[in-house]
């Protein structure tokens, strides 16, 4: 029985464009954003000006102005995201980072071990600190990082999908040919009999 790989490929391609704009275009995410927030601005600025002309302008003027708040907010959200995902990060690895480095001074370990454990604790609250005190290059960083995970997951996918087709091929067909096939006639029946 054959499988359908298409819901792989698909999966594929949309990680693949996803991930090549987080990684090599990092001004994308913040249009998309701009556009979105554009759009509720001048919706707002519409709903005021259609209010205005019928007369219950009075009703959607505050409307007006909370939708134009909003938009403005949807605008700035991506500096915001950027900022806070960074310093969530760099709380996160901070905590992983002192952990690290408690285990390998308390612990007993061999010594080239725990020289190890120690200084990859070490390293990780260097870059907690950098995540924490520099939160838009270290979003940056993330974002790329983000970015890159999602091209090897398209990878991986781009896998499955051809492991599946070469499954597929490889099978007996689902249907079998009998073109070759001829009726037993008349005298087939007697001899059978």
């Known amino acids: 029985m054959k499988i359908d790989n298409s819901n792989y490929i698909l999966k594929g391609i949309l990680l693949t464009i996803c991930g090549i704009l987080f990684t090599f275009f990092p001004g994308v995410l913040s249009w998309v954003f701009y556009i979105i927030g554009g759009a509720i601005i001048v919706g707002s600025a519409f709903t005021v000006l259609g209010g205005l002309g019928s007369g219950d302008g009075a009703g959607l003027l505050p409307a007006g102005v909370i939708g134009v708040l909003i938009g403005l907010f949807v605008m700035y959200l991506p500096k915001f995201i950027a900022a806070q995902i960074s310093l969530i990060a760099g709380i996160v690895i901070a905590i992983v980072a002192i952990t690290q480095i408690v285990k390998a001074l308390s612990k007993d370990f061999t010594k080239g071990l725990k020289l190890l454990q120690l200084i990859f604790g070490i390293l990780l609250l260097v870059c907690s600190i950098f995540l924490i005190f520099n939160p ?58």
């Not at 960083?141 to 997951?153: A, D, E, T, W």
């Open 136 to 193: 838009f290059k270290g979003g940056n960083i993330i974002r790329v990082i983000i970015g890159i995970v999602m091209l090897m997951f398209a990878a991986f996918n781009y896998y499955v999908a051809y492991v599946i087709n070469q499954r597929n091929s490889s099978n007996s067909p689902d249907v079998i040919d009998v073109t070759g096939y001829t009726a037993p006639d008349d005298e087939d029946h007697k001899r059978l009999q």
